[in-house]
């Protein structure tokens, strides 16, 4: 289907800044620290392989979704089964989670090990066809593989954040950051390493933090788009996000508690009401996502509410 190649330009300017960024510290820090990068390297790639790998278990149960078979969830299966014939993608798994907070998400580390999951609360308050807009936004994050994409992000920032946890150990208990003459050069000049690390690895992480939820936004929007584009009807995914908003406010706190731990995968958090910057946002506004479903809408010639 369809790019909205604007979109895909900012996704790959915030990347690149990203990819950037991370470079730039590590080369400040090693020009500070006598440090082996292997050790390190191996430990995130360990870890990110990991994450990537697991991905599906690990959304699975965290949100305690249960896989259902077509004949538990007829209905659920067969359109499932119709979105992915009509975006040309391999059929996921299909999963419920038994909460009555509206909600659904994707994971899966390629389309070929792709789950899509929806909840008990939003199959009772949607229509069947703002329901298609949902499965339809999940399966956009499939196809454009964006547990990879935010794995990668996070691989940079996984990495970052050891380098500084490696150098601050080596300063405090093994007698400065490697013992090389670079440690003592830079004490020489009266800004000890621990100060310059300290600084370097705070000013990464606050750029690193804005970044990554930038990128996490664009995702989003994104797979809106996506779900506008294989529907045909970006209006059903507006209704929906409404819906499954409004919803949200309406469950007791306790049960948005217990499912906290996917509001980076789900389709809106369900924190959204109580974040207080965008930047620090890793979804967008709803009344922005909805003005952008509303253009595409008058782009395709579909009816929109005023």
Not at 73 to 98: F, G, I, Q, S, Y
Not at 140 to 149: E, F, K, M
Not at 157 to 184: E, K, P
Not at 216 to 234: F, M, Q, V
């Amino acid at each position: 289907y369809g790019r909205d190649r604007g979109l895909t330009l900012r996704m790959l300017t915030t990347g690149g800044l990203l990819g950037l960024l991370y470079v730039v510290f590590a080369v400040v820090l090693f020009s500070v620290l006598n440090v082996g990068l292997a050790p390190m390297l191996v430990i995130v790639v360990g870890l990110a392989f990991f994450q990537y790998y697991t991905s599906d278990k690990l959304a699975l149960a965290a949100s305690g979704a249960k896989i259902v078979t077509p004949e538990q969830a007829p209905e659920l299966h067969a359109m499932v089964e119709r979105l992915c014939a009509m975006a040309n993608l391999p059929k996921p798994r299909v999963a419920v989670v038994d909460t009555d907070v509206p909600n659904a998400f994707a994971t899966g580390r390629n389309p070929k090990h792709a789950v899509i999951a929806v909840t008990q609360g939003l199959w009772r308050r949607l229509e069947p066809q703002e329901i298609e807009g949902v499965l339809a936004h999940e399966l956009s994050h499939v196809a454009n593989r964006d547990v990879l994409v935010m794995t990668v992000a996070s691989f940079f920032a996984m990495l970052a954040g050891l380098i500084t946890r490696w150098g601050l150990y080596f300063g405090m208990w093994g007698g400065g950051f490697g013992g090389g003459n670079r440690s003592d050069n830079n004490n020489q000049g009266g800004i000890p390493v621990f100060v310059i690390v300290l600084a370097v690895s705070v000013i990464t992480y606050a750029i690193s933090y804005v970044l990554i939820r930038t990128l996490s936004r664009y995702r989003e929007y994104a797979a809106d788009r996506g779900s506008a584009l294989i529907t045909g009807a970006p209006e059903h995914l507006m209704s929906a996000l409404q819906k499954i908003s409004s919803g949200i406010t309406q469950i007791p706190q306790r049960d948005l508690r217990e499912v906290q731990a996917m509001n980076a995968f789900f389709i809106i958090p369900t924190n959204w009401r109580m974040q207080m910057s965008e930047i620090f946002m890793d979804h967008p506004p709803l009344e922005k996502r909805l003005a952008a479903l509303s253009a595409i809408a008058r782009e395709m010639g579909r009816p929109v509410a005023a």
